[in-house]
């Protein structure tokens, strides 16, 4: 029962365009959603969060977007940078219990 | 310490041999979980740890896996008699507890690549 769901396993986009990843979800209790990226032989680090009070949270280039009716949330990058390739992995948790992850989007910036 | 460190950072054993792997968590975090990736796959819950609260086994596959946490700090995940799909990497995490902060304070290490062959 896959509860975080990331049906894009991998997006291009060019550089200093923007890059949408998108991340449903099927647990209403949900609370709090994050997006860690991760590049290859290191831990994911996390890069964005939302409470489910909000619908919109920024970070400089970062964006979370939260569509609760929809179940889906998103992460906007503008613009995109080299740098920004790496997987993404969306997660969320419900009360003071362990994430639940995605199964990962591998971003591609080219140049 | 100042991140998570997990040894062996790489890992290759023979089928049906047993092995364990290490998590040392930041100083002070009273939570630690573990996570494994499967190639192509997302990240996998299998067990967590929250003070002297008794862990949450209910992601581990089999009861082939085990994992202990020694006096509140370093813990050891061990995978008796592997098997070819037990061949992941296999993340550490920590954070300083369940409740804390609206970012949740999840610190990972850089994991095990375990390799069954």
Known sequence: ?111 | GAGVSQSPSNKVTEKGKDVELRCDPISGHTALYWYRQSLGQGLEFLIYFQGNSAPDKSGLPSDRFSAERTGGSVSTLTIQRTQQEDSAVYLCASSRDLTGGPNYGYTFGSGTRLTVV
């Open chain 1, 1 to 111: 029962d896959q509860q975080v769901k990331q049906n894009s396993p991998s997006l291009s986009v060019q550089e200093g365009r923007i890059s949408i990843l998108n991340c449903d979800y099927t647990n209403s209790m949900f609370d709090y959603f994050l997006w860690y990226k991760k590049y290859p032989a290191e831990g994911p680090t996390f890069l964005i969060s939302i409470s489910s009070i909000k619908d919109k949270n920024e970070d400089g280039r970062f964006t979370v977007f939260l569509n609760k009716s929809a179940k889906h949330l998103s992460l906007h990058i503008v613009p995109s940078q080299p740098g920004d390739s790496a997987v993404y992995f969306c997660a969320a948790r419900e009360g003071a219990q362990k994430l639940v992850f995605g199964q990962g989007t591998r971003l591609t910036i080219n140049p």
